[in-house]
């Protein structure tokens, strides 16, 4: 497929008004993915206390903080694949924020499990513009070599908000605790968790006007971009045509993510249960690990594949994971089987570094992708991997604990046998796809020599 050289993020960086300007557009984008995780922890934080409020079994807890969110999180971001790669991307990520916060608000109105459910539904559905967006953004801003740190960095955002939300979500929640349940006009009584969760939704209402900060792409660019979007039948034939590659991609990756979902999700369950902390001790001990470990993880994984892509490994950026999964899957059952407290956290230290993969996943595909899809097939990437992975985790670790070892109090057996058995399938997957990552950039490169050569020898004419 033909690359279009204006919009390709080996030219000049599409702002061209210096390193200044993208750090301060990456740092908004950061910010705001930080925001898309708050809801999502908050309600993993307070899973008990859902579960007791609204009389809901560990499986209908997994249904909404797994498939509620996940499901119409990928189905609406295939046609926002389509939107992101047609229009303006800044209004796009707006709408979005607006929608998810709002339902996020709603999550705390909930009476009863179909409330809650629908709710979800509404925050997958605002949530599903924010990724494909932001990736087609920096891909514009940034060259090939630097798309690993760069994403690294972007998708340490996650790590923020899931950090923060833990912290102050363990903070609101004993706040909350303490007043016990609160009378409001029209609304009328709400429980504490219900308080935590009607305010989840709050910073992204006040702050969605900052993605209209990021300054605009080059006009050349724009419509470059805009004039040769192509349809899904184009993004489908081009996965079809390199199939091992997308599928190893694809299936290596959300196998980490069913793996590493239901392993985020139950955790704070399982620290509740296993050790009998308090919902604020595991919100600021948890959120303070979370924070820290997964940020230096994004950015360190991401600057390992830049390193290795720019010495000449070519499938840098599937290769870290090839072996990282291994090792978090190590960390991960030592953690989920620790005998006490301060083993867990010293297990569980170098697998939030590992498990935040989510930077190099997107890298791979935006140096694969020709410009005018990305924004179409990282929302295809991003509806299977959320919607498999996101869906299948909770649940997971939900039906081994209810229904193999028949035992709530033994939900860390359930976290490291989903570990034992998708990190190692998942590093195979991965393993097999190599060869494909290398030969698709090999044949890039030498199309684009061959294109250069052509550019010069007209000229020369």
């Keep these: 497929m033909k690359r279009v050289a204006a919009s390709d993020s080996d030219a000049e960086p599409a702002l061209g008004k210096g390193r200044f300007l993208k ?72 709408g979005g924020l607006i929608v998810w916060s709002l339902c996020s608000c709603l999550c705390g109105l909930a009476r009863r499990f179909s409330d809650m459910l629908f709710a979800r539904f509404g925050v997958g559905a605002g949530e599903s513009v924010l990724l494909p967006a932001a990736y087609s953004l920096l891909a514009d801003l940034y060259p090939k070599e630097r798309m690993g740190a760069v994403l690294g960095i972007f998708t340490a955002g996650s790590s923020i908000g899931s950090g923060a939300s833990l912290i102050v979500g363990g903070l609101l929640f004993s706040w909350a605790s303490a007043n016990g349940v609160v009378n409001v006009p029209i609304i009328g009584a709400l429980h504490p968790w219900q308080q935590v969760l009607l305010l989840s939704g709050l910073p992204g209402l006040a702050t969605a006007w900052m993605v209209f900060l990021i300054p605009r792409t080059s006009h050349e660019i724009e419509r470059s971009r805009k ?167 909770p649940l997971v670790i939900a039906t081994l604990t209810d229904h193999v070892f028949h035992d709530p109090a033994k939900v860390g057996h359930s976290m490291a046998l989903s ?31 061959r294109a250069a050569g052509s550019r010069l020898e007209a000229l020369t004419l």
């Design 227 to 393: 004039a040769n979007a192509k349809g899904f039948a184009d993004a489908w034939a081009f996965m079809r045509k390199n199939k091992r590659f997308f599928g190893a991609h694809i299936g290596g990756f959300t196998l980490m993510n069913i793996a590493a979902v239901g392993y985020l999700v139950w955790s704070p369950t399982f620290l509740h249960r296993h050790f009998g902390l308090s919902l604020k001790d595991i919100g600021i001990s948890f959120g303070i690990f979370s924070t820290v470990f997964g940020i230096l993880g994004s950015i360190s994984s991401g600057a390992l594949a830049d390193l290795l892509y720019k010495r000449g490994a070519l499938d840098a950026h599937m290769r870290v994971y090839t072996w990282g999964s291994l090792v978090l899957a190590a960390c991960g059952i030592a953690a989920a089987l620790a005998p006490t407290y301060l083993i867990f956290f010293v297990a569980v230290t170098p697998a939030m570094m590992i498990k935040t993969f989510a930077g190099n996943a997107a890298g791979a595909l935006q140096i694969v992708a020709p410009p005018e899809l990305r924004g179409k097939i990282s929302a295809i990437y991003l509806a299977i991997f959320t919607i498999v992975g996101g869906g299948l985790g």
């Design 23 to 94: 750090a301060f557009s990456l740092g908004i984008l950061f910010f705001l993915y930080a925001f898309a995780y708050l809801d999502r922890q908050f309600l993993n934080l307070l899973i008990d206390p859902i579960r007791e409020g609204l009389h809901l079994s560990d499986l209908q807890i997994s249904i909404l903080t797994g498939f509620a969110f996940t499901v119409f999180y990928g189905v609406s971001g295939l046609p926002m694949g389509s939107v992101v790669d047609r229009y303006s991307r800044k209004g796009v990520i707006f």
């Design 419 to 449: 570990y034992g058995v998708l990190l190692p399938l998942a590093s195979v997957v991965l393993w097999l796809g190599l060869p494909a990552m290398r030969s698709m950039q090999t044949a890039d490169r030498e199309a684009e020599h």
